[in-house]
């Protein structure tokens, strides 16, 4: 199999073949083959009588020692699944709001409300008492009321979803009851000898997921916007290539944006860059990876170096003198790529440290002082770096981030405020076809970026408006679709017409995997703005994972499916050992939400099945046919 | 001739061999597909119980093979190289031959009537439980390169 589609990435591989420490590719070609029984999800490792096996090929009606069947141990290792997922979203929303609480209270060096409008707005919606409050105290009051929400209903922002789909919750007992509560019931359901009702289980895991996307991940999302800044459309770099071989690197990675907005600030300032000079540096050039990358890009257009399995490449270009990571996505391979160069790897948070790595822990309060800290580290290797050994790719792309529900529309037909009619009236013409959310990980078992790009530009053909987050959206940025003229080269006729009224990219870049929260807000205001049916499950949208990877894409995935979306999820998170629970999260779903998961392996025949859903929920709709269907289906012959 | 050889102190009763043997020996050879098969593919291959150890075990291939002397007919029989096969279109299904394996080395497929055994994966190249095998408990090669190797394990 090839390793990836990007040409900076193989170029670094080759480079670095034969002589180089193992990267996440060798171990994973180690791995194979794969378990089986792990692979479909028929493996019980839940209580000390196991591990139990169901085997795959024997005769029906086996079970585990507790006498579990196969049904609920894939239920079960499912929902612990997305549990996790869900867990690692929602702690991340937490610190935030722990973040914003202290900064309200003047305790959080540096970190002040950067957006008082959006502050207001949420205060609103969270039935926060304004009354003529100044920012900081509202801001106190808001960040407790996010706080609430973690032990205890209700999840205020669950009412931004149309009455519909909040009417589907409620019937089928889908009303998470607080966040904290959801994740800690999922993991004593699956304790052993809880429960044994695999449907039970997974509508569990559903309630678990739409506490994180309409939850955790909302409250992360947003009040990074009040904390941050709410991002604007704003241009910048992707690729290994923004790697600089003159001045000091220092690579953000991980998911939070608190440390790395200030890290990102100290590298700016006057102080430090002549420190810089003195050691022979020509400036100090801040990049990232993953969702810390996203978050700085979205805000403050930061270039992005990679996505997920970029990491351990951005360290083999040898140009990197410092990687500081935060939290989630961050590989414990890492460790020994550093040793090999004078990179110095530094973790930050309490929560995630590497043995023999340097831990400078992240404190609110001195948050400006860590941050000075970590960039002076950083200077200081630059003398240390070995030009030999360094190999930077020249491949950088250009692209435009930083679009919200706010402000994508914001741009659109010349109106004063923000509105979505010109999407709907789109998407009603037919010259969009539909709406599709490519998201999602990398995966060492997908061909690196390959998924993203197939799918992305066969939907792109086809008159779909790609909206993306995370690693799925730096894997088409790399490849250059989120540029707007893209649109001229690979969108389909409709798409493009849409594209070169508003200038807008074919692919809409919305931010990190918290933000899938953006995309969920946006298909409300779809469904509000009116004219496409009354449910989220109404409108000619669906949703792709192509490369999914963490468990955190599992909560997502069913969070979408659990709103009503048609979403296709791939590799499968490990339930195709159980029929009955494949056969309910493909279909039984569909008769409670609307959402359903297809777990099509091929990119090319997911984005068919997203196409063939849009054209469906069109003729439903009484929409007429995509208006350049034949024509743009007969520019663009699906390939293989 | 080359053999199947198992180093029963590695085996750690993991059964990937078992699904890699089931895999190879399905219409589709892809795990995902292999296990909605029907009838189902059935693995060559078992980890048993050893005298409270686990083992994984195929047909040995024995030079005195009993299965052979005990098929009524015709199915079960040698090779050119002298190694005991199995010609399925001659099977009746009496499972004489499973009764008299000495290591309870041979499948009854109930579905198709017929017994199977290890084919060393019609020897085209390594069987696929030894590639499998993620502790190298299963090894292929001569007797001699077996007793090395073991030795090198001890």
């Known amino acids: 199999m090839r390793r990836t589609v990007d040409r900076a990435a193989e170029k670094v591989l080759d480079a670095a073949a034969g002589h180089a420490p193992a990267t996440v590719w060798d171990r994973s070609d180690a791995m194979e083959p794969r378990c089986g029984f792990g692979d479909l999800g028929i493996c019980c490792t839940i209580c000390l009588q196991g591990p139990c096996r169901i085997d795959p090929f024997g005769p029906p009606g086996q079970k585990g020692c507790c006498g579990a069947d196969v049904d609920t141990i894939a239920a079960r290792n499912f929902l612990r699944a997305v549990a996790a997922g869900a867990a690692a979203h929602s702690d991340h929303g937490r610190d935030i709001a722990g973040t914003l609480l202290h900064a309200a209270k003047g305790e959080a060096g540096g970190f002040r409300i950067a957006d008082p409008v959006k502050l207001a707005a949420i205060a609103k919606e969270l039935g926060v008492d304004a009354g003529g409050l100044a920012p900081e105290p509202l801001a106190e009051k808001v960040a407790l009321a996010c706080l609430d929400q973690f032990p205890r209903a209700p999840l205020p922002f669950m009412n931004r979803a149309p009455e519909a789909l909040r009417k589907k919750w409620t019937k089928a007992g889908l009303r998470p009851k607080g966040i904290d509560r959801e994740i800690v019931e999922a993991l004593h359901r699956t304790h052993e000898g809880v429960d044994v009702d695999y449907r039970n289980i997974l509508l569990s895991g559903m309630r678990v997921a739409l506490a994180d996307g309409w939850g955790g991940s909302m409250l992360a999302t947003e009040l990074s916007d009040v904390l941050f800044g709410s991002p604007s459309p704003i241009r910048s770099k992707a690729n290994l290539g923004v790697l600089k071989a003159d001045e000091v690197n220092i690579v953000v990675h991980g998911h939070e944006p608190a440390l790395s907005d200030m890290v990102a600030r100290a590298a700016r300032e006057g102080e430090l860059l002549e420190y810089a000079r003195q050691r022979g540096a020509r400036g100090i050039n801040v990049c990232g990876l993953c969702c810390t990358s996203i978050e700085l890009l979205m805000r403050q257009g930061y270039p992005v170096a990679g996505n997920f399995l970029s990491q351990e490449l951005s360290l083999l270009t040898g140009s990197v003198e410092l990687m500081v990571v935060d939290v989630q996505c961050v590989m414990p391979g890492l460790a020994d790529i550093a040793n090999c160069f004078h990179t110095e790897l530094v973790t930050t948070s309490p929560k995630a440290r590497m043995p023999g790595v340097t831990h400078i822990e992240f404190d609110e309060s001195k948050a400006r002082l860590t941050a000075h800290q970590i960039v002076r580290r950083a200077v200081d290797r630059f003398p240390q770096r070995r030009r030999d050994r360094v190999n930077i790719p020249d491949e950088t792309m250009d692209l435009v981030a930083g679009f919200t529900v706010e402000n994508i529309f914001s741009n659109l037909g010349g109106t004063f405020r923000s509105t979505f009619r010109p999407l709907n009236d789109a998407i009603i013409s037919g010259r969009l076809r539909g709406v599709a959310a490519v998201i999602g990980c990398n995966n060492a078992r997908v061909t690196h970026d390959e998924g993203h790009l197939a799918m992305t530009r066969e939907l792109l053909a086809r008159d779909v408006l790609v909206i993306q987050t995370g690693c799925s959206a730096t894997a088409c940025a790399k490849e250059g679709f989120l540029r707007p003229e893209a649109a001229i080269g690979i969108a389909g006729r409709g798409l493009r017409e849409i594209c070169e009224a508003v200038g807008i990219p074919p692919v809409i870049h919305m931010g990190s995997c918290v933000d899938n929260s953006r995309i969920l807000r946006a298909l409300c205001e779809v469904v509000r703005e009116g004219g496409l049916g009354e449910d989220i499950s109404d409108l000619p949208v669906a949703a792709a994972a192509p490369e999914a990877m963490s468990e955190k894409a599992v909560s997502i995935g069913c969070y979408a499916v659990a709103s009503g979306i048609f979403t296709v999820f791939s590799p499968p998170p490990r339930v195709e050992g159980s029929r009955n629970v494949c056969e309910f999260l493909t279909s039984g779903m569909e008769e409670i939400t609307g959402g359903r998961f297809s777990f099509e392996r091929d990119p090319l025949k997911g984005a068919a099945e997203m196409v063939a859903h849009m054209d469906a929920k069109r003729t439903a709709l009484g929409l007429p046919p995509a208006m350049y269907g034949a024509e743009t289906a007969a520019a663009a012959p699906v390939e293989g | ?154």
């Open chain 2, 1 to 154: 001739m080359k053999r199947i050889y198992v180093a029963a102190a590695r085996c750690t009763a993991c059964r990937t061999c078992e699904i890699a043997c089931a895999v190879e020996h399905s219409l589709s050879r892809n795990l995902s597909l292999a296990i909605a098969e029907e009838p189902r593919p059935v693995a060559r291959v078992r980890v048993g119980n050893a005298g409270g150890r686990p083992l994984a075990l195929q047909c040995r291939f024995c030079e005195d093979s009993p299965c052979v002397d005990a098929c009524k007919s015709g199915a079960m029989h040698r090779d050119d190289a002298g190694a005991p096969q199995i010609d399925r279109e001659r099977c009746v299904g009496c499972w004489m031959c499973i009764m008299v394996c000495p290591f309870g080395a041979i499948e009854a497929d109930r579905s198709r009537k017929v017994a199977l055994k290890c084919d060393l994966c019609a020897a085209a190249g390594t069987p696929v439980c030894v590639e499998a095998c993620p502790t190298g408990a299963l090894l292929y090669g001569e007797r001699e390169e077996f007793v090395t190797a073991l030795e090198e394990i001890r």
